[in-house]
């Protein structure tokens, strides 16, 4: 029984640790500064910008998605829906209000009312520069727990038009051929459904430059 009394104080450290650990931001949460791709998960592809302007309506950065996982032009930034609001490393609650800024080209994910070019639901665009855009910027992130969780399929709610961030599958032809139409529509259905996928995701911390890369 000697190995018994060494090996106690070991069990009643690692119980204590993950008691501490419980009273932390689940560490699979997404957080305010988190760079990521997000996937479709009815239709399996990536939300993507790029500097594609659309032919008809706003005339904005068009909005697309891709299948291709690897493509550095479906990067987002994860940002409050006002400077200050959204400290990094803080866990994205259920129900907050966000900014979408496209890492390359410094445009926030943007709808309103002008019809997509192909299904005639509501254009998505990206609009801004730097980051800074307006009130059509922001959005709501749905999801049924108190954090949104990488694992969990969440929906983006628009607050100033109230439709749904969506892909129903319609592609484009040149110069973007192949590349699937991302639009709102205003009820909630299995083509609004989002996943965090690849990406650098800053941990729950007082330290920034902690992160997990993906």
Not at 8 to 34: K, N, W, Y
Not at 79 to 91: A, E, H, Y
Not at 97 to 122: C, D, E, M, Y
Request: net charge neutral; glycine share 12%; charged share 20%.
């Amino acid at each position: 029984m000697r190995g018994g009394r060494h090996l106690f104080p070991l069990v009643l450290l690692a119980l204590l640790r993950g008691l501490c650990h419980g009273r932390e931001p689940s560490p699979g949460a997404v957080t305010c500064g988190s760079v990521l791709k997000l996937l479709n998960t009815r239709h399996s592809v990536r939300l993507h910008s790029h500097e594609v302007k659309y032919g008809s309506g706003s005339g904005q950065q068009s909005v697309t998605g891709v299948e291709a996982s690897d493509d550095a032009n479906s990067y987002w930034r994860i940002r409050g829906k006002s400077d200050g609001s959204c400290q990094r490393g803080t866990p994205v609650k259920c129900g907050q209000a966000i900014r979408l800024t496209h890492v390359n080209t410094g445009k926030n994910l943007h709808t309103h009312h002008f019809p997509s070019p192909l299904s005639n639901n509501q254009e998505v665009s990206a609009f801004g520069d730097d980051g800074e855009g307006d009130d059509l910027d922001i959005w709501i992130v749905q999801c049924s727990g108190t954090y949104w969780e990488r694992d969990d399929a969440v929906r983006f709610k628009h607050v100033g038009t109230e439709v749904f961030l969506s892909i129903t599958g319609e592609q484009y032809g040149h110069p973007i051929r192949g590349q699937r139409e991302v639009h709102g529509m205003p009820a909630a259905n299995h083509h609004n459904y989002w996943k965090a996928m690849e990406g650098v995701f800053i941990k729950p911390s007082m330290d920034p430059a902690k992160h997990d890369e993906l």
